[in-house]
């Protein structure tokens, strides 16, 4: 019954910026690290941010640091991540994860407990 539901995807001009989410079910938030991974088409999975409810704290891949932003609201069970300046290389379907550990989450897409479904980010150029 655990769920992880993404939303706020679509299509934008690079430059822009979305503001995805990431409803949870099943589980009580705090207890796992937030991430936010994404994976291009023929490409792996790849690690995007990262959020620990204690603190604050986040961690940001390299590509992305400066134009993303993630956070959460434990109160509501949601996690969030703004994007902005949009790059078309940004084009991918973005997946919110939990892992099982409370702190900053790992940048290993096989050490996260739950996914959800996805939602597609596609970015013009």
């Known amino acids: 019954q655990v769920q992880l539901v993404e939303s706020g995807g679509g299509l934008v001009q690079a430059g822009g910026s979305l503001r995805l989410s990431c409803a949870a079910s099943?589980?009580?938030?705090?207890?796992?690290?937030l991430a936010w991974f994404r994976e291009a088409p023929g490409k792996e999975r790849e690690f995007v941010a990262t959020f620990s409810w204690s603190g604050g704290s986040t961690y940001y891949a390299n590509s992305v640091k400066g134009r993303f932003s993630i956070s959460g609201d434990n109160a509501k069970s949601m996690g969030y991540l703004q994007m902005n300046s949009l790059r078309p290389e940004d084009t991918a379907v973005y997946y919110c994860?939990?892992?099982?550990?409370?702190?900053?989450?790992?940048?290993?897409?096989?050490?996260?407990?739950?996914w959800g479904q996805g939602t597609q980010v596609t970015v013009s150029s």
């Open positions: 994860g939990a892992q099982a550990f409370v702190g900053l989450g790992s940048t290993r897409a096989r050490d996260y407990r739950y």
């Open positions: 099943g589980l009580t938030f705090s207890n796992y690290a």
